[in-house]
């Protein structure tokens, strides 16, 4: 369902999932982990693999959310408890398996196609930012001469999306009205449900098209439609237009 937006003068956009695979990049990278562990305990090595160390850390998010502040050490937690409940308990390694994780997935952070393109054809219009319930920042993903703002949960005590608070402190981030913010993320329940009570805009960036929901939200297949939503030509960035003052 496509609806025209009366005035966005800001997007927030996700980071994992919508404009990059952290899927992929997570289990690549937890993959490299493994092959370290092989080579420092073969004994654990052969109790664990990737499924056993994403539930570890789904249960640790569980418990803590709404009070996460630091996703990297949950991360080395996660891995810390699957040693454990094998049998292997042992902080040091943990922490080394933690740091092989992160550096392998510092190297493997690619967007997606068309984001950068979308990006640059937005910027001349909008002020663009990041709202994230994760810990991937601009500066990582090489777009921060396009982001001017960022928001994340563990950087706010831990709010996150979809509580109605974290829409409102990305809107003061922006330096705007949150009726004129606009959310774009690809998780219905995460991105556009606390939309709707924060007086936000949302799209629901939906690239599975065989998954629906019930209530009329507006969506898209794919970030490339975004800029014609809102009525911005395709080749628009190229003409350098000048956005006009927040609020």
């Not at 404009?19 to 420092?40: I, T, V, Y």
């Not at 001469?145 to 809107?171: C, M, W, Y």
Request: aromatic residues 6%.
């Amino acid at each position: 369902m496509h609806s025209r937006f009366i005035k966005t003068t800001a997007i927030s956009f996700d980071v994992d999932g919508t404009l990059w695979d952290f899927e992929g990049a997570m289990r690549s990278a937890l993959g490299e982990s493994l092959k370290a562990l092989n080579q420092h305990d073969p004994l654990a090595g052969g109790k664990l693999n990737v499924e056993k160390i994403t539930e570890a850390r789904k249960d640790i998010y569980q418990q803590m959310r709404g009070h996460i502040t630091d996703l990297n050490t949950l991360r080395e937690e996660s891995i810390s408890r699957v040693l454990q409940n094998a049998g292997r308990p042992n902080p040091t390694l943990a922490s080394l398996l933690a740091q092989v994780y992160f550096s392998h997935k510092e190297k493997i952070r690619a967007l997606f196609h068309n984001v950068l393109f979308t990006l640059r054809q937005l910027a001349p219009y909008c002020h663009l930012g990041l709202l994230s319930n994760g810990n991937s920042y601009a500066a990582a993903l090489d777009i921060t001469d396009l982001i001017e703002f960022e928001v994340f949960s563990q950087n706010h005590g831990g709010i996150e999306k979809p509580d109605p608070r974290i829409f409102e402190i990305t809107a003061m981030k922006a330096g705007g009205p949150i009726s004129q913010l606009l959310h774009v993320g690809d998780l219905f329940e995460v991105d556009v449900l606390g939309t709707l009570d924060s007086g936000a805009q949302s799209i629901w960036l939906n690239r599975n098209s065989g998954e629906q929901v019930t209530s009329p939200v507006n969506q898209i297949p794919t970030l490339a439609e975004l800029p014609g939503l809102l009525g911005i030509p395709q080749a628009a960035f190229s003409q350098h237009r000048k956005k006009g003052p927040r609020g």
